[in-house]
């Protein structure tokens, strides 16, 4: 149901603000009416325009890159619960005071810094890098009670699905959320999901290189920080926006997982039609 929101008199001369399109400022607070009350909305292009521009000319890929546009300035962040993917107003609690709050869509934290995992990219099925490969080179050892870590001998080089495998067989996320490339990131204005598709081309380049490491995640934020993949760019007045490529491999990942869903969905109705 839609809300009533603020609009304080410094919204217009945010620096933040002053980045984005003027349809991408109008777009941002029409999300404000339809967010729920802690600032959480469906991460759906199509619902958007439906809610926010009914009567424009204005497509849902339109609004997917003014979403976009809003994320390259820190003005919104996206994140998922199960398959499904949302959005949360950053400066929701700092500016929206709500007396009697209702909660619609899963909650959303900024201390809930998810790393990136085996799933994030599609890696394959194959076999490549099991047995004693994994075993004698697993991802970090965990610390015991007292926080220190075990020795262990010294690391020796394997390859990119052998250091994924070892990560899953340890229960770890193969970037961990307290890595450094997110603060590195958060620093340089470099928004969470624009490193999570340098992490699905990384994993991608990687998977059938047959390219050995030691240390794959020293690896993988040397590429974040040289930006070996040509993502993203900065402008000198601030911001992070994606580059042809980023868009590329943005648009490939979306529809990615739109086959998925839909594949899960013919799944869930042959199973109700059994």
Known sequence: MARIRSIKPEFWSSEQVMECSPTSRLLFIG???????????VASAKTIKAEIFPGDDISSTDVQRMLDELSSNSLIAFYANGDKQYL???????????????????AYSSDDRRGLDESSPPEGKGE??????????????P?????????????EKITFPAFVEACREAGE?????????????????????????????????HRDSGRQQKDWRAHFRDAVRRNWFKLWWCPEGGGCELTTSGVQVKRER???????????????RGQEAA
Do not use: Y
């Open 31 to 41: 999300l404000w009416n339809f967010c729920d009350d802690a600032g959480n909305h």
């Open 88 to 106: 949360h107003v950053t400066g929701w609690k700092k500016h929206q005071k709500i007396d009697r709050p209702t909660f619609k869509h899963p």
């Open 128 to 141: 490549e890098g099991k047995g004693e490969e994994r075993k004698k080179n697993p991802p970090n050892p």
């Open 143 to 155: 610390a015991d009670a007292e926080g220190r870590k075990p020795t262990r001998s010294k690391r």
């Open 173 to 205: 996320r193969a970037i961990r959320a307290d890595d450094p490339i997110f603060d590195f990131a958060e620093d340089a204005g470099i928004p969470r999901e624009f490193i999570a598709l340098a992490w699905r081309e990384f994993a991608l380049r």
């Open 254 to 268: 979306d529809a990615e997982r739109a086959r998925e869903q839909a594949e899960q969905a013919d799944q869930q």
